[in-house]
């Protein structure tokens, strides 16, 4: 009771303090606001730029779609008593205010004027009482550019062929000069430190990627598209395995505005020039007509989504008069977009002409894209002065179409090299590889990060803070401790996630596991754990033997991999886990399979071979050898040939498998673990196919029996209307299948989501020889919710899903046979039945949490609390 009075009295402290302290922090700032609007046509003028310059940089914002703004400046950044307010957008004059700094101030709407042009001017928007598409010039003219896509495309060719470099920029925002970072100096910090317009505050660039890429269509065959190498020099070297990299080249990767849908941060945005969806989605306006660089006559058009709140672009295209090909694109996103981590993203696309050679042998001339630009300010949340900036620059070369474009030098340009020049190039140095020829040299900004990158290699005060970034990121420590070095390190210890867990049945389970590197043998690697459980007190352990026909730089699992294992695994299990050796059992699986008490002692034995035969195409076989000895409340039982049952104390069995998966699309990644964790193309069409035999005679194989399955899984992205999940499983049992091997849905009791489980399912309450689970998931993206107000600022997302397992079993798998291992009492043969459930709920909850109903509709006699479910759900997107 004291202490319960004790915090109530420091809780009504705190809230009589508030407002002193709320009002100390508004004191110490201005606030400005106003709506910007056309003096022509009374509209108002959204993402205009408005900033102020301060004592070390600039600071701004923009405009929404209404044209209001609002500004705050401390007061300590301003040098003088006086504001000087700065007003620009496209097509319009630039306005200066001046203002008091120790007032607030409220402007009111504040008229832009156009600016004039050398050439006519047309009829640009229409009344502000109502937009229409009928009698819109810019929608007509628009639906032409629709219609000329094809043909001004450079896909419209056979045969074509072009280089594309790419610089990655990446930089630290927020960042106050005269302040030391990362361990580093503040008196050497100011060397590194650099200004951004798209950030409006220092940055400092930390990283700098380079790719260098030959792309071809022959015979309207896209081939794929040729690496001919890379460059990376960037601090986050010490916590990129791969998957940074990976994600980072299909998140920001160049877009092509002819396309209906825009890849781009893991969704499919309708670009402006969309076929069927594009003249409902955006809003056009006709500005001005304009030359362009080269003096061509261009419509200036002006598009903006219909509903600020979906994923859409607004911005201006540069649209030739006569032919209606593209002649440049500035587009942003709106900063009220429902866009996760995004506080402002911008992209300019710079085009050219091109001599071609059509199919018919005539030359033309294509406008094609000859620079871009793209440049996005991540942050956690704008409370936090804590951002990252990216540029992503794309600069295109050396078109050639017709026969030119077939040349072996022109598809490979590093076959003009000399042997012994090739040779030094193609070898590999962790992040360096190839061929990378600069069409220009890297700017300030981008000389800044490598100088960063060679300060703190050399910084030993920055050794012991790459250490923890790499352990808390990575989750290994590595041996020796050069976290700046990874090509020196001999052993990995981890991950530490796993180093404690609990549950029902080991009580508190300590581990200690690792892994070699290349470092100590670039084609045999080893890895493994020992644990110790102090409520069953027994030690488990895993050993696991790699070798890989090509030498690898750090771990056995990165691209390409050819690799033969053996491995060794004695631990304790619950039917139906799937877990890969090294990262079973973490400290998450506290809160997710703590309860479960149907578990086994397990003794797995495998030899494996795997091997890519290309990015999208892989396949692997293995031999394994299983042994299980239940315990907890799991039982196996038998019956004699005289009828009788009774317990056993293991089963055995050893399976002979294999698998073929095609991923049409997959960016593989050079990572530790195998398979993909998380990666922007895991949504990508993937196609499986699996089987097993067990042939009798081998150990524990008292009939020859088998299995075979098939998976298929994809996102479907869906414009406007969001995207669906779709994942269906199949499998189908062989020859005579001990009951104890049937096939069972995996049932998820706990209350954080299991993805691809089942919600309203005991394990083991299912059985069968023959099975369909099929999966839908709707995401609606906001598709409801951006359109009510109030609720649309909220961000949410709706889910809509079904989730299904059908499953018959045969008589011959029903009735129990002397001497098989015989189901579980509680373990129902399904007959030809059907278990079905329904979701619903809400995702981007504090844009990281997502909370589901599920309903059970099958099932008779079922109480009501196995009926309904819900589970809590972590996941990040944008």
């Not at 600039?58 to 006086?82: L, M, N, W």
């Not at 402007?107 to 009928?134: F, H, Q």
């Not at 300590?510 to 290349?518: E, I, K, N």
């Not at 849905?745 to 954080?752: E, F, I, Q």
């Amino acid at each position: 009771m004291q202490t319960k009075r004790s915090l109530l009295i420091l809780l009504w402290s705190f809230l009589c303090l508030l407002p002193t302290l709320l009002a100390g922090q508004v004191s110490s700032s201005t606030s400005i606001s106003g709506i910007l609007y056309d003096q022509q046509t009374g509209e108002p003028v959204p993402y205009a730029s408005i900033s102020t310059e301060t004592r070390q940089s600039v600071s701004g914002t923009a405009s929404d779609d209404k044209g209001a703004f609002t500004i705050k400046v401390r007061h300590e950044e301003i040098a003088q008593d006086t504001i000087v307010l700065q007003i620009s957008c496209i097509g319009y004059e630039g306005r200066t205010l001046r203002l008091d700094k120790y007032q607030n101030h409220s402007l009111g709407r504040i008229p832009l004027i156009r600016k004039a042009t050398d050439m006519e001017t047309v009829v640009v928007k229409p009344k502000k009482e109502r937009y229409r598409r009928k009698g819109n010039p810019a929608v007509t003219i628009m639906r032409q550019v629709m219609q000329h896509k094809e043909h001004n495309h450079l896909s419209s060719l056979p045969d074509y062929s072009y280089q594309l470099y790419q610089k990655t920029l990446l930089a630290q925002g927020d960042i106050t000069r005269g302040k030391g970072y990362w361990g580093i100096p503040k008196w050497r910090m100011k060397s590194f430190v650099d200004s951004s317009a798209l950030a409006r505050t220092p940055i400092l660039p930390f990283s700098l990627r380079e790719r260098h890429t030959v792309y071809a269509q022959q015979a309207r065959r896209t081939e794929n598209p040729l690496l001919l190498g890379t460059r990376h020099k960037g601090v986050e070297q010490i916590v990129d395995e791969g998957l940074l990299s990976s994600n980072i080249d299909a998140l920001l990767a160049p877009v092509d505005i002819y396309d209906n849908d825009l890849p781009l941060l893991s969704k499919e945005i309708i670009g402006p020039l969309h076929s069927q969806l594009g003249i409902t989605f955006y809003k056009y306006y006709l500005l001005d007509t304009i030359p362009d660089a080269s003096g061509n006559a261009c419509y200036q058009i002006q598009f903006v989504p219909i509903e600020m709140r979906d994923a859409g672009f607004s911005g201006t295209l540069l649209v030739d008069t006569v032919d209606y090909s593209i002649h440049g694109v500035e587009m942003r996103l709106p900063t009220i977009a429902n866009v996760n981590w995004v506080d402002r993203l911008e992209i300019t696309i710079d085009y050219a002409p091109q001599s071609i050679t059509r199919p018919d042998g005539r030359r033309d001339t294509l406008w094609l894209p000859e620079r871009q630009r793209l440049d996005a300010l991540f942050r956690v949340s704008k409370r936090l002065d804590i951002s990252v900036l990216a540029r992503v620059t794309s600069i295109y070369s050396h078109y050639q179409t017709g026969a030119t474009a077939l040349r072996p030098e022109t598809l490979d340009p590093r076959l003009l090299l000399s042997a012994d020049t090739l040779q030094q190039l193609m070898t590999r140095v962790i992040d360096d590889y190839g061929l990378v020829v600069r069409p220009e040299p890297i700017d300030s900004t981008e000389l800044r990060a490598t100088q960063l990158v060679d300060y703190v290699l050399h910084d030993p005060g920055y050794k012991l803070f790459s250490l923890g970034a790499r352990m808390a990121s990575v989750g290994f420590i590595p041996i020796p401790a050069e976290p700046l070095h990874r090509e020196r390190v001999y052993v990995d210890l981890g991950p530490l996630e796993t180093l404690i867990s609990a549950n029902m049945i080991e009580g508190v389970r300590l581990r200690l596991g690792g892994m070699t590197t290349a470092r100590l043998h670039n084609q045999l690697f080893a890895e493994g754990y020992v644990t110790y459980g102090f409520k069953d007190k027994k030690w488990k352990y895993y050993a696991r033997l790699t070798y890989a026909v090509k030498p690898k730089e750090l771990h056995p699992h990165s691209y390409p991999r050819n690799n033969f294992a053996l491995s060794v695994r004695n631990d304790l299990f619950f039917p139906g886990e799937e877990s890969y050796g090294l990262y079973k059992d973490g400290i998450a699986s506290i809160f997710g399979t703590y309860g479960i008490t149907r578990r086994y002692y397990g003794l797995d034995i495998e030899a494996s071979h795997e091997i890519d035969w290309s990015p999208s195409l892989y396949s692997n076989i293995w031999v394994d050898y299983q042994r299980q000895r239940p315990t907890g409340t799991l039982h196996y039982y038998t019956i004699d040939a005289e009828g009788k049952q009774y317990e056993v104390d293991e089963l055995r069995q050893t399976e002979i498998g294999a698998s073929l998966s095609w991923t049409p699309g997959r960016t593989p990644y050079s990572g530790r673990k195998p398979g993909s964790i998380v990666s922007a193309d895991i949504y990508k069409p993937s196609f499986t196919i699996s089987g097993s035999i067990y042939p009798r005679g081998l150990w524990g194989n008292d009939q020859t029996h088998g299995a075979l399955h098939l998976a298929y899984s994809q996102r479907l992205y869906l414009s406007i209307l969001g995207a669906l999940d779709i994942t269906l499983q199949s499998g189908i049992a062989l020859g005579n299948t001990p009951q104890s091997q049937l096939f069972t849905p995996y049932g998820n009791r706990a209350w954080l989501l299991v993805p691809d489980a089942f919600q309203t399912i005991q394990p083991l309450e299912f059985t069968a020889d023959k099975y369909l689970d099929f999966k839908l998931l709707y995401r609606m993206e906001g598709l409801l919710f951006n359109r009510i107000p109030l609720v649309k600022r909220l961000g949410l997302r709706e889910l809509v899903g079904i989730h299904g397992y059908w499953g018959d079993t045969s008589p011959r798998h029903i009735t129990p046979r002397p001497g098989q291992i015989l189901l579980p009492t509680y373990a129902e043969p399904m007959r030809n039945d059907l278990h079905l459930e329904l979701s619903a709920g809400l995702s981007n909850i504090f844009k990281v949490l997502s909370v589901q109903y599920f309903y059970r509709i099958t099932g008779k006699g079922l109480p009501a609390r196995q009926r309904h479910s819900i589970r809590l759900g972590i996941s990040v997107s944008f």
